[in-house]
């Protein structure tokens, strides 16, 4: 009987917030060899030994092509993007990279080198028009931010892909992700990591978001979960296709303060709101993914209090001297 090789996995963007979680998850499960991190420069030292590593330039498309004839690769999961604090000073390289880099894997799909596209959106997509509680999934979308612009945009795009030429594209639209193996990456939602360190380093945090600014997040647990779960979905079961809400929690600077003050009871926080609290006021307090649990069985697992809990503890080692 004739062996067939087993196809490989590429992630553009492997060494950012999620793609280094998503690397490890995917190569846990797929194997090593199996799975190609890449990204415009070098990771970490366990990106680079653990597996297949390559630089690329997700705007290049001859180079992500070359990377995709030479691992056999029939997955692209593209996590290379500017997020939302970062896209607002430098707009248009925002708008080069989240908007090319996603044709040039779309059209890589298009061409039939690539059976399957991930590509993340994000709750920056809706705007001040939105209704923010409970956003549902078909709603008001007008955002007032690059990032969000081209993130909106890059939904169509993965729509039409499909329409048009039958591209089995897939997407989550993230909350704030919080994690303790990889730093965040420019983003509005970013405080709710830096907290953590803040705690344990100095036992105070100087928050650039009001007290009162609730806004979507969820564990980076739950979200390589998610991530991976729709791209095991059949796609007959996925019935959208530009961009699925995702809830996890919603939470705002005091009650992370408050669950933090748990397990430090001195922890104290200051507010000092800059240019993110305008982005952050513009975007949902929570989100209806009642599409997401009906079309391929999402449920969030991580509560804030768990997530303080495993943040602590995962960072605590980092600043005990
Ligand atoms: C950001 O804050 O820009 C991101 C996001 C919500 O997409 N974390």
Same mark, same amino acid.
């Given at each position: 009987m004739?062996?067939?090789?087993?196809?490989?996995?590429?992630?553009l963007?492997?060494?950012?917030?999620?793609g280094?979680?998503?690397?490890?998850a995917l190569?846990?499960?797929f194997?090593?060899?199996r799975?190609v991190?890449s990204?415009i420069?070098?990771? =970490?030292g366990?990106l680079? /030994?653990?597996?297949p590593?390559e630089?690329?330039?997700? #705007?290049?498309?001859?180079?992500i092509e070359?990377?995709?004839f030479?691992? /056999?690769?029939d997955?692209?999961?593209?996590?290379?993007?500017?997020?939302?604090?970062?896209?607002e000073?430098?707009p248009?390289?925002a708008w080069?990279?989240?908007?090319?880099?996603?044709?040039?894997?779309? /059209?890589?799909?298009?061409?039939g080198k690539?059976?399957r596209?991930?590509w993340?959106s994000?709750?920056?997509?809706f705007g001040?028009s939105?209704?923010?509680?409970d956003?549902?999934q078909?709603?008001? #979308?007008?955002?007032?931010?690059?990032?969000?612009?081209?993130k909106?945009?890059?939904e169509r795009w993965?729509e039409y892909?499909?329409?048009?030429?039958?591209v089995?594209?897939r997407?989550?639209?993230?909350?704030g992700l919080i994690?303790?193996?990889?730093?965040?990456g420019?983003g509005?939602?970013d405080?709710?990591?830096?907290i953590?360190?803040r705690?344990?380093?100095?036992g105070n945090?100087?928050?650039f978001?009001?007290?009162?600014?609730t806004l979507?997040? #969820?564990?980076?647990?739950?979200?390589i979960?998610?991530?991976i779960?729709? #791209?095991?979905?059949?796609p007959?079961?996925?019935?959208i296709?530009?961009s699925? /809400?995702?809830?996890?929690i919603?939470f705002?600077?005091?009650e992370?303060?408050?669950?933090i003050?748990?397990?430090?009871?001195d922890?104290?926080? =200051?507010y000092e709101?800059?240019?993110r609290q305008?982005?952050?006021?513009?975007w949902?307090?929570?989100?209806?993914?009642?599409?997401?649990?009906?079309?391929?069985?999402?449920?969030n697992?991580f509560s804030?209090?768990?997530?303080?809990?495993?943040m602590l503890k995962?960072?605590?080692?980092r600043?005990?001297?």
């Amino acid at each position: 009987m004739r062996k067939t090789m087993k196809r490989g996995i590429l992630i553009l963007g492997a060494c950012g917030q999620i793609g280094t979680e998503l690397t490890q998850a995917l190569r846990k499960r797929f194997g090593n060899e199996r799975v190609v991190a890449s990204d415009i420069r070098k990771g =970490s030292g366990q990106l680079l /030994n653990d597996g297949p590593f390559e630089i690329v330039d997700a #705007m290049d498309y001859a180079s992500i092509e070359d990377v995709v004839f030479r691992y /056999n690769v029939d997955t692209v999961y593209l996590m290379a993007a500017m997020l939302s604090a970062v896209a607002e000073k430098f707009p248009e390289k925002a708008w080069n990279l989240n908007m090319n880099s996603l044709f040039n894997v779309l /059209n890589l799909a298009k061409e039939g080198k690539i059976t399957r596209v991930f590509w993340p959106s994000s709750i920056a997509v809706f705007g001040p028009s939105t209704p923010s509680i409970d956003t549902p999934q078909v709603t008001v #979308m007008e955002p007032t931010t690059v990032y969000g612009i081209s993130k909106q945009t890059g939904e169509r795009w993965c729509e039409y892909y499909n329409k048009r030429f039958g591209v089995d594209v897939r997407s989550i639209r993230y909350p704030g992700l919080i994690s303790h193996t990889t730093e965040p990456g420019g983003g509005t939602t970013d405080y709710a990591v830096e907290i953590y360190h803040r705690a344990l380093k100095h036992g105070n945090y100087r928050c650039f978001l009001n007290g009162g600014t609730t806004l979507p997040m #969820m564990f980076m647990t739950d979200a390589i979960r998610a991530t991976i779960g729709i #791209m095991d979905a059949d796609p007959d079961n996925i019935t959208i296709r530009s961009s699925y /809400n995702l809830a996890g929690i919603s939470f705002d600077p005091e009650e992370i303060t408050a669950s933090i003050q748990k397990h430090i009871p001195d922890f104290e926080i =200051s507010y000092e709101p800059d240019f993110r609290q305008e982005i952050a006021d513009t975007w949902p307090q929570s989100i209806d993914d009642s599409t997401a649990q009906k079309d391929w069985g999402w449920k969030n697992k991580f509560s804030l209090d768990d997530i303080t809990q495993v943040m602590l503890k995962n960072l605590k080692p980092r600043y005990e001297e």
